[in-house]
């Protein structure tokens, strides 16, 4: 059986490769970017099974992409677990998500590691 | 005297006797003749002053051995007529009393004068009344212009018909002119008007307010509005007191910043910390899998971050710090040289062209470390804004030093990422950073220290996708 893909949108390098080793070690393909313009490109190349995503990041935010995300056909059925620093920008997250239904996962930084693992299987039925 | 009811007496032949009116009038009556001794007293003259008929006027009741200097009883006797004047006696206990003389002539047959008769009212107890109300009034005056606020009175037309010393000072304005112009320097009443709100409701009424003050100052102002009434209980003015709040306003936004800087500070702290938490998974997992390339990575990022917060908290020190800068002759130009080269391996490895225009200047008295850390971080920072711009493979960075009339410019620009609008208005008040990129988020807010601390002045233009210009003015 082919691993399932997860796509990890972050702006933080060191965290690009915590996350990536992470969910490889558990038995995941993983794909990076550090904006979520790079990120449209990535699920334009290949839709991923989930995405983990943050949401204070420079040029196009977390919410926006996600905005983005939810509003197409093609993705708005893609699991999506937020992962951020920032409360504030989660609260803004949730206060704008009109008429978008609610993320799949919230996490907060730093993360718990089986909390995330935990999050992921389940939401990919493993 | 006796009547059959009040109705039946005739008041026009009613003859009051002279003895009677001489003897109870309130009020002290003597007789003296032209050699100033006293030939006649009334009872009350006598009760207070003692029965010293014969005796001068000036022994008896100035407590004198000779005549007054300005004698009303002389007057009389030369001009004949009544003079009146305030005067101060002493009763035979000594006590002084004031009182109100009037100084009449008696003439005989002939029409001659013959003696004089000094009338004296007892104004003490008046004379005690206007001096504790004068002494009232001081005091209410002097509290009135030294509390520190400001106090107006308007009238209904919304002009001035008092205001305390406070106030002047502070907006000038005299009686008689529109409160609004004085300190809203507007032409016409303003919309909201809390002045109005008393006249309408008779209420108390307290408000914010920015007011200018003659030099043109803004200032925030606490204001309570309050009725003033007549007998009758009509509002006949307003009174206006007003506190200066600018100083808490500011303290305000200053709290406000603190508890921007200190969520920042947690997001960056959080970010690091999932690096070094990152960093030590990734090495376990090199020994786990036996990948000497991965336990290196992990290390890598254990390291990066280590340096990262240990960066952090030098900045978070030096920030914090209040220090005078230690000034000493310091060549601008030669800093600029010696960042360039130290970056020139960055700016080859990043596709980065370098545009210098660096002018030789005096040395500059400032503090050394700080100025170089001043340029070092604002290169630093176009250098990122390159690195993180996707968009172009090749940016360039622009270095501009020169010195006009004692000011010396230093700009540093870039073709970068630029900075967004809302982050651009905070730039030196909060913590910016791009992430991954070493920086503690504290640089721009030291770059401004630094200037602050040099009395400069610093300033960004920039929109976003199209770079940046930091500019520093420096004055001698």
Not at chain 2, 69 to 96: A, K, T
Not at chain 2, 237 to 257: A, G, R
């Amino acid at each position: 059986m082919s691993k399932k893909s997860i796509l990890i949108i972050d702006d933080e390098p060191d965290t690009l490769i915590y996350f990536s080793t992470l969910l490889e070690d558990n038995g995941y393909n993983t794909i990076t970017a550090d904006n979520g313009e790079t990120g449209l490109e990535k699920i334009n190349e290949s839709i991923p099974d989930l995405i983990t995503l943050d949401i204070t990041m420079p040029e196009m935010s977390g919410v926006k992409y996600y905005r983005t995300i939810r509003g197409n056909e093609k993705w708005k059925t893609i699991p999506i677990i937020i992962i951020t620093g920032v409360s504030d920008e989660f609260q803004t997250f949730i206060s704008s998500r009109k008429q978008v239904p609610p993320p799949d996962g919230y996490i907060s930084k730093p993360v718990e590691v089986s909390e995330l693992i935990g999050l992921v299987k389940k939401l990919l039925g493993d | 005297m006796s009547f059959a009811s009040i109705e039946a007496m005739d008041y026009e032949s009613l003859k009051i006797p002279d003895a009677l009116l001489f003897e109870e009038v309130p009020c002290y009556i003597s007789l003296q003749d032209r050699s100033h001794s006293i030939i006649k007293a009334n009872r009350r003259f006598k009760e207070t002053f003692g029965d010293r008929l014969g005796e001068p006027c000036y022994k008896v009741y100035k407590l004198r051995d000779e005549k007054c200097e300005v004698c009303p009883m002389d007057s009389v006797f030369i001009n004949g007529q009544i003079h009146e004047s305030e005067e101060i006696v002493f009763s035979q206990e000594g006590f002084p009393i004031n009182v109100i003389v009037n100084v009449a002539p008696v003439r005989d047959d002939s029409g001659n004068i013959v003696a004089i008769m000094e009338m004296a009212t007892d104004i003490t107890e008046t004379k005690r009344l206007q001096k504790k109300l004068e002494e009232s009034s001081e005091k209410y005056r002097t509290l009135y212009d030294e509390v520190p606020c400001y106090i107006s009175v308007q009238d209904r037309n919304f002009r001035l018909v008092d205001v305390n010393k406070q106030f002047k000072d502070e907006f000038g304005g005299s009686p008689g002119e529109f409160c609004y112009k004085v300190y809203k320097k507007r032409d016409e009443r303003c919309e909201v008007c809390p002045v109005a709100q008393v006249f309408e409701d008779g209420e108390f009424h307290s408000s914010e307010e920015i007011v200018t003050s003659k030099d043109g100052k803004p200032i925030n102002m606490l204001v309570y509005t309050a009725p003033i009434l007549d007998y009758n209980g009509n509002i006949v003015s307003v009174m206006e007191m007003s506190t200066n709040i600018t100083n808490l306003m500011n303290t305000k936004t200053q709290m406000t910043l603190l508890g921007q800087l200190v969520s920042g500070l947690a997001h960056t702290i959080k970010g690091i910390v999932t690096g070094l938490e990152g960093g030590m998974y990734v090495v376990e997992s090199g020994f786990r899998n036996s990948s000497d390339a991965t336990v290196k990575k992990g290390w890598d990022m254990v390291q990066r971050n280590v340096e990262r917060i240990s960066h952090m908290v030098l900045d978070m020190l030096y920030f914090a710090k209040d220090r005078l800068p230690e000034k000493e002759e310091v060549r601008l130009d030669k800093f600029c040289h010696e960042i360039i080269n130290l970056y020139e391996k960055k700016f080859k490895d990043n596709n980065i062209v370098t545009k210098l225009d660096i002018e030789e200047l005096k040395p500059y008295l400032g503090d050394r470390k700080s100025l170089y850390t001043l340029i070092l971080t604002l290169v630093e920072n176009a250098i990122h804004a390159c690195t993180w711009d996707k968009e172009r493979q090749a940016h360039g960075i622009g270095i501009h030093l020169s010195e006009m009339d004692s000011s010396i410019k230093l700009e540093i620009s870039d073709d970068g990422v630029g900075i967004a609008p809302d982050v651009k208005n905070k730039l030196f008040t909060t913590m910016y950073s791009s992430k991954g990129s070493g920086g503690s988020g504290f640089g721009l807010m030291i770059v401004k220290k630094i200037v602050d601390e040099h009395e400069g002045e610093i300033s960004v233009e920039s929109e976003q996708g199209h770079g940046a210009k930091f500019v520093v003015r420096l004055r001698r």
